[in-house]
């Protein structure tokens, strides 16, 4: 194994922005094919409605809600052990999705699933910062965010391939990209040797008041996420009627265009700001939100959601901006912090606004456009 991994080919691919690249393989790949096929999948095989979608995705955040918890994880592993582990359970979870179609078994899958996800997630923040410069940051942030994206433009394509062409199971394709996922983190854990960058992170939660702008920043960051994540999608099935070929074909837009346009949004906040970039994030997700409550045709839908989607590769500026006003040492133990936060609001929102879509699905973006307005307002205070 060792002679594996100290070969010239292998050892050229030994460094933290290929560790991060591959690791974001297998969690876009994963994490791409479970929400392809979630609405679809809900609907078809476990009769949900808007109240069981909303409730399925506040519980799909308790972990994320519960990051804060890493800190003590890090206590007995190393972060890039504990990235690793993430990736493993997170594949596990959407192998077995589709083995239990029903409002139960759905429930208790995707909760192991996110598991992995949320744990990953906040680890992946903690070491990309650490192990990219303040200059490099955005750039680099900004080729991962290309990578995520070419990665889930793949899962999308075998879906729309597989339900378009070969007519293949939710249960085969959610096994199949499952399996994939964990036979990628066991080569990430064989071949990657232990890096070692940055100084020395405290192994304690951090939370200071100096950090509180971009607390509240990232808490109404997790609001809007939910917003497009949950019902943007959810709009898509149950008022326009799109398929699961449809739905993985907008998706595989989306990405096609991330993974142009990703790299130059990042050079770009470095150039700019990350004020600017929050600023004008801000008020296109206005625009959108209320597009969503207004809209009545399905190709007009189809064109706010690709825009809505390539305004997270503005959220680089949201992750730079602390980089830039936390002390080296804080990263690590404000990570869990900060995610924790973000998901106040991602477990809050969608069972609560799952309810008023029952009433009237146009007042939860309404009520999005009034969060992006609130950011914007906040947005204003950055002072770098």
């Known amino acids: 194994m060792n002679t594996l991994r100290s070969h010239p080919a292998i050892a050229r691919l030994q460094t933290p922005f290929v560790f991060l690249a591959l690791a974001t393989v297998v969690m876009a790949l994963s994490f791409s094919t479970w929400l392809a096929l979630l609405n679809n999948f809900a609907i078809e095989s476990a009769a949900f409605t808007g109240a069981e979608i909303g409730?399925?995705?506040?519980l799909r955040e308790i972990p994320g809600l519960l990051a804060f918890t890493a800190a003590f994880v890090l206590l007995a592993l190393k972060e890039q052990t504990f990235a690793i582990i993430s990736l493993a359970i997170l594949s596990i979870g959407v192998a077995i999705t589709g083995l239990l179609p029903s409002v139960y078994g759905l429930y208790a899958t995707t909760i192991i699933m996110s598991v992995g996800f949320h744990y990953y997630e906040t680890v992946n923040q903690s070491l990309s910062l650490q192990w990219f410069s303040k200059q490099e940051a955005p750039e680099k942030l900004g080729k991962l965010l290309s990578i995520k994206s070419a990665s889930s433009l793949v899962?999308?394509?075998?879906?729309w391939l597989g339900f378009s062409v070969f007519a293949v199971s939710y249960q085969s394709m959610y096994f199949m990209v499952g399996s994939v996922g964990l036979l990628l983190v066991?080569?990430?854990?064989?071949?990657?040797?232990?890096?070692n960058h940055g100084p020395q992170q405290h192994k304690k939660l951090i939370l200071r008041k100096r950090y509180s702008l971009y607390y509240v920043l990232t808490f109404f960051s997790g609001a809007r996420r939910q917003i497009f994540v949950v019902f943007a999608g959810f709009l898509m099935v149950e008022k326009f009627g799109y398929s699961v070929a449809q739905i993985s074909a907008l998706y595989m837009a989306n990405h096609v265009l991330n993974f142009f346009i990703a790299p130059k949004i990042?050079?770009?906040?470095?150039?700019?700001g990350e004020r600017r970039a929050l600023t004008i994030e801000y008020i296109g997700l206005i625009l959108v939100f209320t597009g969503y409550a207004l809209v009545e045709s399905a190709d007009l839908a189809a064109v706010l959601y690709i825009v809505d989607h390539l305004f997270f590769a503005m959220a680089i500026a949201l992750k730079t901006y602390f980089q830039k006003i936390a002390d080296p040492q804080d990263i690590a133990g404000s990570a869990g912090v900060s995610f924790s936060i973000n998901h106040i609001a991602a477990v809050i929102i969608p069972a609560t606004f799952g309810l008023i879509w029952l009433v009237d699905h146009s007042l939860v973006f309404y009520a999005g456009a009034a969060l992006a307005g609130v950011s914007l307002i906040l947005t204003q205070r950055i002072k770098l």
Do not use: T
Not at 155 to 159: D, L
């Open 55 to 58: 409730m399925l995705q506040s």
């Open 155 to 159: 899962a999308y394509g075998v879906v």
């Open 186 to 195: 066991i080569l990430l854990a064989v071949l990657m040797p232990s890096f």
């Open 266 to 272: 990042g050079a770009w906040i470095g150039r700019v």
